[in-house]
Each structure stands twice: as structure tokens, then as C-alpha cells.
């Protein structure tokens, strides 16, 4: 939140390195509340443009209200830019039917940022983004996070039928697909996939340290030192230290040109999406190989690395996953329009 409505007014850049820290030591804790800052981030951003649109977001937080995130969803790989769920115009705003998963935070949220399709004209379709308060009548969260890892985010589904949103709790009206890219979604992929980013490298940061004083610790019968000086042991510590020396400058480079207002243009979806993409990859062959040094105590319940393992695994089904980031930064170099028909072929 700026400094001018009371906040202490940080940046992407900022927060995304206190993400990591967070991650470092609690990854769910972590991803739960980013779901919280990147709402508030995005407006911030949108309110320091001179757009005072979502400032009542910025006020809300202030009074100790909890954001956050509904947007995934069955059917559609692309998020953001479509939808499956049915945003219908109603006076005096928008009524909502729909299927949203990974809610984070569901127990405690108290406003739900989601986002719905508007087709009641079929050749100019609008995604409308909106703030369900919790009080609303017309949803039902259903219990269903049981999962692999980042069990403690509650990321329970959201079921939508007919919740109605006034208008003072619409966020944006744009056009569907990339077509509708402003500030506010754009920010969304920034705020986002930055701060994702940086809570997984966070937990390969730990899974690193750990890994190093392990082997400092283990011994064979074959060695008259510790493991730590094993050939093998030696290569696998260095392709987790180089990953981790890679990830970390192109995390910190996005997240501060964002923060100084660098204009990228249209190359802010290859910085954004291909950060994300390497950091969670990275990650996920960082704290992988933890498992090969370390041995089989790694897979027991009572090991941090057991937890970490699931934990870090998440990062890969992030938007984008392999599939959309490849697709996204491929069409915006080759000067492809990602809303041109046929998609593929």
C-alpha cells in the first residue's frame, strides 16, 4: 500500500525478495499470502499511475481485509484472458456461475478476486474482473485440498452460482484474450508469477544449505572423508549451486525493472513468463537432486527435505505451465498475434 494512504508503500522488488525470505522458512505460509499481495501490489501499481479506479482495494487492506485469488479453472488453459465461468450483466453489476479451483486462503479471505466471461455479444466477448465479498449469497467453497504439497494454503474450490457483484467491486471490464492486456492484467502476471517465482527459489535456497551440511556429515566406508569430498556428491553440489546462481539475477532483473518502470512493451510477457518458467524449473532440479545427495532418509515424513520435495513440486503447475509459457514467449517473439485464429497450424 503507498505511503500516501498508509502503507510503507514497498515494490515488486521488495516484496518479492520478503517472499523469499518467508519461503525460506514457512513455503506454504508464503504462497498463501502472495495470493493477498499480489492484489494489493496490482493496486497499487494501478493507483500510482494516476488511476484511482481500485484505490478503494488499497483502503480495504488498510482496514484489515484479506484478498484473494479465484481464477483457476477447468477448461481453459490460458488464464486471465478467458474464461469458463459466466459473467451475466445484471442491474447493477454481474452475476457469477462457475467452477473456481485453488482458492488460497479460503478460510480466511474476505474478498475473492476472480474473473468471469461476459458472451452477451458474441463477437466482442469481455472478461470481467471482479472482488466477491464474502458475505455474498450464491457460492460455496468446497473442501477439497488434498494435495501433494503446500497443504497449509487451504486452497479449497470456490463454487459459484449466480453470486452477484456490484459494480463498485468491478475491478476491470477489458476484452478477451490479449487483446485486453492493460496495467491491471498485466500487473497480475507480474505481481504474481514474480512473487511465485521467488517463494520456490526460496525453498531450493533451503533444500541447497541443507543438502551442503549433510553431505559434510555423511561417511562411507569407502571414504576416509566425509561424503563432501565424493566426486559425484562434488558434481551433483555444483549443478545445484550453478541453477541457483542462474535463477536468482533474472528473478531480481524483472522484478526491479517492473518496480522502475522500465518499458518493455510487448517483451514484458517473455521477462515475465520466462522467469517464472526457469525459476520454477531451477528450483525443481535443485531440490530434486537434494534427494539423489542426500539418500534415503530424504524420503522419510520426519526429513524437512520430504516436505520441501512436495512442496517445490507445485511450483511446475503455476501459470504458465511448460505448455502456455513456451507458447506465449514463442508468439510474442515471432511477432504472432496470440489471439489469432486458427491458434495452432
Known amino acids: 500500500v503507498p ?10 522488488a521488495q516484496v518479492a525478495a520478503c517472499q523469499r525470505r518467508i519461503s525460506y522458512y514457512a513455503p506454504a505460509t508464503a504462497l498463501g499470502v502472495n495470493m493477498h499481495f499480489y492484489w494489493t501490489g496490482v493496486a497499487a501499481d494501478v493507483w500510482r499511475s494516476g488511476d484511482k479506479s481500485v484505490e478503494w482495494i488499497l483502503a480495504e487492506t488498510m482496514n484489515d481485509h484479506v484478498f484473494a485469488a479465484g481464477h483457476a479453472e477447468q477448461g ?8 469458463t465461468t459466466v459473467a451475466e450483466r445484471v442491474e447493477g453489476g454481474y452475476r457469477f456461475t462457475g467452477h473456481k479451483f485453488f482458492g488460497s486462503m479460503s478460510p480466511v479471505w474476505t474478498y475473492l478476486g476472480l474473473h468471469g466471461m461476459d458472451n452477451s455479444d458474441p463477437e466482442a466477448p469481455k472478461i470481467i474482473h471482479a472482488f466477491m465479498p464474502r458475505g455474498t449469497e450464491g457460492y460455496e467453497i468446497k473442501e477439497v485440498w488434498d494435495t ?28 478477451a484474450g490479449a487483446a485486453g ?36 556429515g555423511k561417511y562411507s566406508i569407502a571414504l576416509t572423508r566425509s561424503m563432501a569430498h565424493h566426486p559425484e556428491v562434488q558434481h551433483a553440489i555444483a549443478e545445484m549451486v550453478m541453477e541457483m546462481e542462474a535463477i536468482a ?42 534427494l539423489d545427495v542426500t ?51
Open 181 to 216: 492486456i492493460d496495467l491491471f492484467t498485466l500487473g497480475i502476471f507480474a505481481w504474481a508469477l514474480t512473487t511465485f517465482s521467488n517463494v520456490y527459489y526460496g525453498i531450493a535456497q533451503r533444500v541447497l544449505e541443507m543438502t551442503i551440511e549433510a553431505v559434510k
Open 76 to 83: 481453459t488453459d490460458i488464464p486471465l484472458l478467458t474464461s
Open 295 to 345: 539418500g534415503g532418509f530424504g524420503i522419510f515424513k520426519k526429513s524437512p527435505i520430504e516436505r520441501l520435495w512436495r512442496d517445490a513440486r507445485l511450483g511446475k503447475i503455476h501459470p504458465g505451465n511448460y505448455a502456455l509459457s513456451h507458447e506465449f514467449v514463442a508468439k510474442v517473439a515471432l511477432g504472432i498475434d496470440p489471439d489469432e485464429p486458427p491458434r495452432w497450424g
Open 3 to 12: 505511503k500516501e494512504l498508509g502503507g510503507l508503500g514497498m515494490n515488486l
Open 148 to 175: 501433494l504439497g503446500m497443504r497449509a494454503t487451504q486452497s479449497q474450490d470456490t463454487i459459484l452460482d449466480g453470486a452477484f457483484v456490484p459494480d463498485r467491486y468491478i475491478g476491470r471490464v477489458v476484452p
Open 249 to 290: 539475477p533474472q528473478l531480481d532483473k524483472v522484478a526491479e525493472d517492473w518496480s522502475n518502470g522500465v518499458d518493455h512493451g510487448h517483451a514484458w510477457v517473455i521477462k515475465i513468463v520466462g522467469a517464472k518458467y526457469r525459476a520454477v524449473e531451477g528450483a525443481w532440479k535443485v531440490v530434486d537432486a537434494a
